[in-house]
Structures are given as structure tokens and as C-alpha cells.
């Protein structure tokens, strides 16, 4: 049964980093990753336009433990923009754990952001990097297309969906997350704390079964 939500031709699906560094085996595996992918397949088939980000490093990158002394995974520490979460090496460019997993099937995606690249800053949302300001031109990309409404799916819903989808907020859009075709990191409370945020940001939770083909 198909669900009330008329997905249109203004409508942007956004697929976030479904990488094998994120998936079980990788190095910075999102618990039950590999779970979004069948739903994420069947998304797709209903939308007419689709992106994908790719979270893209360079080696050495600042976002990891091993290029601060005396850190582990999951420390935090204190840069120019703010407090940054370190995570194990990851998605570093051109690495088998920086591409798309071999499952992901969606050969009509239009772009391929690619985000983290910068060695001093982090970039958990696909539209502006960790410090708030630098862009990534996805805003740009968006606004230029006339896309009205972004759905987001992927990985993790604490992290790069979230901020994503709090950004597309604030630049204008209208941002869904659709919830079983996510999966969080949650450290602490982060994923409690995810939902909380993009509710209140005016970010609308929905599930795969409330699409309605165009
Ligand atoms: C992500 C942590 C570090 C994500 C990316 O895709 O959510 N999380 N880099
Ligand atoms: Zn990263």
C-alpha cells in the first residue's frame, strides 16, 4: 500500500554516505548499516532526481584520532570552529573504505557530493562544513535545479543526516528524513539528541512506507 506522501518533480532524494567505512567490516561501521541498503534501492525507484554524498578525506585528516596526540577514537577535541568528535581513519580518498557500497544500485544518481576534504575542517552536513561557513555549493546546486523538498536517507542519522537535514532547513528547503532508511552512530545520547533537534528545526520524520510514487 502506497503511503499519502506525493513525492514530485520538485523533489531531491538525497542518499548520505552508504560507504563501506561505514558499513559492518568498515572502519567506522554504523550498527546495522548494511540494513538501509535494500530501502534505500526501493527509494530511489520512486524519485526522479537523487544525489549522493560521499564523505572524501584526505590522509592525516584532523576529524581523526591518529593525527592528534595522545587522542583515541571518540575524544573530543577543541578546534577554531568548535568542539570536533575524533573518529578512526575513514573514507580516506581513493580507498576501498571511501566508495559506495558494492550493493548500492542507483546508476541515475545526478551528482556526487563529496564533503571532508578540506584537512583542517569536517563536514558532517552535505550543504556547509563544521565550521558553519565554508559551503559546499550543494545550496547552490538545489536552488539552481528547483528543488523545493529534500528527503534524506543513509548514514548516520546522528551525524551527516542530521546535519544535513538541519541545514537544508535553514537555507529554505523542506527537509524529511525517512527513518528506516537510516541508521545512527549514538554516541552518548547523539541519537536521541539527533530527533530532538531536527524536530524542533521543523524537519519532518517520515518511513519509507509513507511514499507515494509521482
Ligand atoms: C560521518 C562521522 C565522520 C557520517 C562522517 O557520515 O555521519 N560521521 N564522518
Ligand atoms: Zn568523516
Known sequence: MPGSLQVTDTDLLAVVDIQNDFLPGGALAVPEGDD?????????????HIILTQDWHPENHSSFASSNAGKKPYDTV???????????????QGTHGAKFHKDLHIPGAQLIIRKG??????????????????????????????FKRIFITGLATDFCVQYTALNAIGQGFKAFVIE????GIDIGNSLDDAWRNMERAGVTRIAESDLAAP
Open 36 to 48: 538501509v541498503i535494500p530501502a534505500i534501492n526501493r527509494i530511489t525507484c520512486i524519485f526522479p
Open 180 to 183: 528506516d532508511a537510516c541508521r
Open 78 to 92: 577543541a578546534t577554531e570552529y568548535g568542539e570536533q568528535v575524533l573518529w578512526p581513519d575513514h573514507c580516506v
Open 117 to 146: 576534504f578540506h584537512k583542517e575542517i569536517d563536514s558532517y552536513s552535505a550543504f556547509v562544513e563544521n565550521d558553519r561557513k565554508t559551503p559546499t555549493g550543494l545550496g547552490g546546486y538545489i536552488r539552481e535545479r528547483g
